[in-house]
């Protein structure tokens, strides 16, 4: 069983005094799979859950993401990582509220290209996207269907990825509004407000 942390926020939670480490902010049905996967690197502390090709492997068989029996290689294991920081850059767009930088789609439109996304009608009439390949690209292939039904049934600008540049975790948006920025407001938020408050008194300091 995957136990998903914040190694750096909980450390930060205890020195401020908050409390230790919220829930991650999970995302409804697979869409959380998604949100899983983007936070297997943790930006802050540099651990990183792919690590090795084996790693890789485990991950998505612990998962249950189709493809995950083959053995993959390190050249999968770029491609995977690849995959992974795409959506991130998708993520941290939805949440300044703009259209996602071009590298990120094309690399995102090239991996559903190797998946050979097909779609498929289930017995109720349904359709959803699967993937005709094997493998990593039946691995990726199999994520970016999951995204593409998020987009469909409107969940998908919700998962949003941390505004702090050195966090950018990922998490999902339950605020009325979708206002929601940081994965944790009284981590990272208070650390950009912080930030910019020392920021305002140093350029009040300098002024002439």
Not at 13 to 38: H, I, M, Y
Not at 73 to 101: H, I, K, Q, S, W
Not at 143 to 168: F, I, S
Request: hydrophobic share 40%; net charge neutral; proline share 4%.
């Amino acid at each position: 069983m995957n136990v998903e942390h914040h190694p750096d926020h909980a450390v930060t939670a205890q020195a401020t005094g908050t409390s230790v480490t919220a829930p991650p902010k999970d995302a409804p049905g697979e869409l959380n799979l998604v949100r899983r996967f983007v936070n297997t690197v943790d930006r802050e502390s540099g651990k990183e859950e792919l690590g090795s090709p084996q790693d890789l492997q485990d991950w998505l068989i612990a998962n249950g993401v189709p493809g995950a029996g083959a053995a993959f290689t390190a050249a999968d294991l770029r491609r995977a990582v690849t995959v992974r920081e795409a959506l991130r850059r998708l993520l941290l767009a939805n949440n300044e509220g703009v259209a996602p930088d071009e590298a990120a789609t094309a690399e995102l439109t090239a991996a559903g290209e190797r998946a050979r996304l097909t779609t498929v009608f289930a017995a109720d009439g349904r359709a959803h996207l699967v993937s005709a390949a094997r493998g990593i690209d039946a691995a990726l292939g199999h994520l970016l269907a999951v995204v593409y039904a998020a987009m469909e049934n409107g969940t998908w600008r919700r998962l949003k990825a941390c505004r702090n540049d050195t966090c950018q975790w990922a998490f999902y948006d339950h605020s009325k509004n979708r206002s929601g920025t940081w994965c944790q407001m009284s981590v990272c938020g208070s650390q950009l407000k912080a930030s910019a408050y020392r920021q305002r008194r140093k350029q009040a300091a300098e002024a002439p």
